[in-house]
T-cell receptor, first 115, second 114 residues
């Protein structure tokens, strides 16, 4: 069974640009969550999608957005990039929404560098 | 909101020793406490979890204990091996109101010396 895949693995952008990251969950998983990981702030929850609907959102500005498609694949978008957006962006999938505390499987992440 | 503190930030042990990592949380509504292991270049991997209706859970060399009254939970690794070297994260989350927003500790870098 293939794991969670994220593309691209590495990305370099400049301030002011926008970026779209992609996540393909494990087959059969319908819940996808996104996290930002930085040395300064640690691992922080961005948002969770289940059946194409955003269920929860962390404390991030509106520049961070996401969506989920009917095949459960998800994308997240960051507009007007800032230097502080440089981070490892992780995607995690589970078969059910996180309310049940079902195990989340993480992808390898996308390393975003903003210059 | 929830606040999770994790200690120590770095833990160095000899192969075969035990390792203990401790976390405290602030929100009494939190009821799900997973532990993750993250190796270099990889995403976190769930290694064990515990729910608030259980005080202790064990899986081979790994165990987790939970004290809801004191709002703290701990990860215990016995007979450590070099392959246990990684960063370990604790998390706490509440399912009240149908929401699940995990809050993570800052991580513990475990180094197991052969």
């Amino acid at each position: 069974k293939a794991g969670v895949t994220q593309t691209p693995r590495y990305l370099i952008k400049t301030r002011g640009q926008q970026v779209t990251l992609s996540c393909s969950p494990i087959s059969g998983h319908r819940s996808v969550s996104w996290y930002q990981q930085t040395p300064g702030q640690g691992l922080q929850f961005l948002f969770e999608y289940f059946s194409e609907t955003q269920r929860n959102k962390g404390n991030f500005p509106g520049r961070f957005s996401g969506r989920q498609f009917s095949n459960s694949r998800s994308e997240m978008n960051v507009s007007t990039l800032e230097l502080g957006d440089s981070a490892l962006y992780l995607c995690a999938s589970s078969w059910a929404p996180g309310t049940s505390g079902s195990e989340q499987f993480f992808g390898p992440g996308t390393r975003l560098t903003v210059l | 909101g929830e606040n999770v503190e994790q200690h120590p930030s770095t833990l160095s042990v000899q192969e075969g020793d035990s390792a203990v990592i401790k976390c405290t949380y602030s929100d009494s509504a939190s009821n799900y406490f997973p532990w993750y292991k993250q190796e270099l270049g990889k995403g976190p991997q769930l290694i064990i979890d515990i729910r608030s209706n259980v005080g202790e859970k064990k899986d081979q060399r790994i165990a987790v204990t939970l004290n809801k009254t004191a709002k703290h939970f701990s990860l215990h690794i016995t007979e450590t091996q070099p392959e246990d070297s990684a960063v370990y994260f604790c998390a706490a989350s509440s399912s009240s109101g149908g929401s699940y927003i995990p809050t993570f500790g800052r991580g513990t870098s475990l180094i197991v010396h052969p």
